[in-house]
């Protein structure tokens, strides 16, 4: 069982940065790749950002790509999303999912999610 707690969700302007956090609890975190999802309102759950079990292998979304990176820190078992260049249409919820055993795109790879963050945007 893994439990996941996303913060550093906040309002923000246009061109700004935040970096959001995932803390993550269960011994099988070291093991599992891990991705961060977003979802605005009355939108589907879309795909962000990937990092293998071992931070080597990360994928990204088209439209986040070049702005956001994602890293983890498997000694304190939390992946971190840095957003930089922010834009009004990255205002979402933003959600933590592990349990995938390889870098995954689709919601469905995943057996576990956090209860989100809030990212707003401001133009």
């Known amino acids: 069982q893994v439990q996941l707690v996303e913060s550093g969700g906040n309002l923000v302007q246009t061109g ?5 956090s995932c803390a993550a609890s269960g011994r099988t975190f070291s093991s599992s790749a891990m991705g961060w999802f977003r979802q605005a309102p009355e ?20 439209s986040v790509k ?46 576990y999610w956090g209860q989100g963050t809030q990212v707003t945007v401001s133009s």
Request: one cysteine or more.
């Open 43 to 62: 939108k589907e759950r879309e795909f962000v950002a990937a990092i293998s079990w071992s931070g080597v292998s990360t994928y990204y979304a088209d």
């Open 66 to 111: 070049g702005r956001f990176t994602i890293s983890r820190d498997n000694a304190k078992n939390t992946v971190y999303l840095q957003m930089n260049s922010l834009k009004p249409e990255d205002t979402a919820a933003y959600y933590c999912a592990a349990g995938s055993k390889w870098v995954a795109i689709r919601v469905y790879e995943y057996n």
């Open 16 to 20: 700004g940065s935040l970096r959001l």
